[in-house]
């Protein structure tokens, strides 16, 4: 007679249920990307948030005792395959893959972590941590998506000059900014117009890129005060209306002593993705950015 030990049973059906709900949970995380692009809402945490959270849970849930190494590569492919599907560039993939790691690996650990503490109940943890990647989803709201960035900044011009330099409006001018050189964020390459009188327009034209071409913006003289000329947005087909949408563009100029005037543009833009805890800051510093450039374009210095 052959001897069975009796805890081979129970460990060989433990196996396949993690194999059975692996595989369930990959499924579904496959019909959520589907669904999410379908619908338009590609933007929100439910890719950057929700998606790795299911990707992780699956492959934690194998099992096998590499599930980081396992999670690292799996998260790869997915942010690469995404990158070509929804038609991004590098710098969207660099912008997001610290989230996307993060999360992905702070669930591994979560999970496993529940799994070794023998916790039969460690997948009620998956739906705990998919909330926060509900926001922009339509499930659940977008967190403080109308966002301002503003940009001072005092030459060493008499006010009077500094008015006539702003009224021929911007030129193309080579990036300064180190964040925008090194992440490759896209910069006018072709400006035209000038004038602060109402009706004027300036336009920023953007090179295109294997995913298409580049587009332009379209800024409008609105309303206008002594050292003040307000902007509309008549149009943007350009390749960052993507990630916000310009809402108003505010340039103001004063005296700040003998030949010093300050010189201060303050846009207001709508921030495109989601989270607002992640996205929010990084918009933010990188829109600081652009406008710092604005200010080298219209050659104040």
């Known amino acids: 007679m052959v001897d069975v030990d009796e805890t081979t049973a129970p460990t ?7 194999w059975t709900l692996a595989g369930l949970i990959t499924l579904f995380g496959l019909v959520v990307f589907i669904v999410v692009v379908r619908q338009g809402r590609a933007d929100s945490a439910v890719l950057f948030v929700a998606l790795p959270v299911l990707l992780a849970a699956a492959l934690a849930l194998t099992p096998r005792r590499t599930a980081h190494g396992r999670v690292f590569g799996a998260t790869t492919v997915a ?3 995404a990158a070509v599907a929804l038609h991004e560039g590098a710098v969207c993939v660099i912008l997001a893959a610290p989230l996307v790691y993060a999360v992905a690996h702070g669930s591994t650990a979560l999970i496993r972590a529940l799994r070794e503490a023998n916790r039969p109940y460690a997948i009620v943890a998956v739906p705990l941590l998919l909330l926060p990647g509900l926001e922009g989803s339509g499930i659940a709201p977008r967190v403080d998506p109308e966002q301002t960035v503003e940009v001072t900044r005092v030459v060493e011009l008499p006010v009077d000059r500094v008015a006539e330099l702003l ?20 910069t006018p390459g072709q400006v035209s117009g000038d004038g602060l009188d109402l009706g004027d327009r300036w336009m920023f034209g953007y090179h295109g890129s294997a995913h298409g071409p580049g587009g332009h913006l379209l800024a409008e003289v609105e309303d206008v005060a002594p050292g003040r000329v307000g902007f509309r947005f008549v149009a943007d087909s350009s390749i960052t209306a993507r990630w916000f949408t310009w809402r108003h563009a505010e340039l103001t100029w004063q005296a700040m002593g003998p030949g010093r005037t300050e010189v201060t543009i303050q846009v207001d833009y709508a921030r495109g993705l989601d989270p607002s805890w992640y996205f929010g800051p990084i ?3 990188l829109l600081g950015a652009g406008v710092g450039h604005l ?5 104040l210095e």
């Open 12 to 18: 060989a059906q433990r196996t396949a249920a993690h």
């Open 79 to 81: 942010l690469l395959l």
């Open 167 to 186: 009224a021929a409006g911007p030129r193309p001018t080579a990036v300064r900014s180190a964040p925008l050189r090194l992440l490759g964020v896209p």
């Open 283 to 285: 918009q933010q510093v």
């Open 295 to 299: 200010l080298d374009m219209l050659a």
